[in-house]
């Protein structure tokens, strides 16, 4: 029988599987110079900066307007 030790662990080593899942699929997205959103190329100084990034500095603007005005309501 599983004690509360045993099932923590196992939720953490899930939860570890799940962000690093997610880390290479952004990753394998960002070595597109595209954006997702426009197609249009990502400058190369966002990605140096970020280079996680999927969005050009544009979309993401609006990706983030998009957010916050839906938390708003």
Do not use: F
């Amino acid at each position: 029988m599983a004690d509360n030790a045993d099932r923590a662990a196992v939720t953490i080593q899930q939860s570890l599987e799940a962000t690093l899942a997610r880390r290479a699929t952004l990753a394998t997205q960002a070595a597109n110079d595209e954006c997702v959103d426009c197609g249009y190329p990502i400058p190369a100084a966002r990605r140096e900066a970020a280079p996680w990034a999927t969005t050009c500095i544009e979309c993401q603007g609006i990706r983030e307007m998009r957010g916050k005005h839906v938390h708003q309501s």
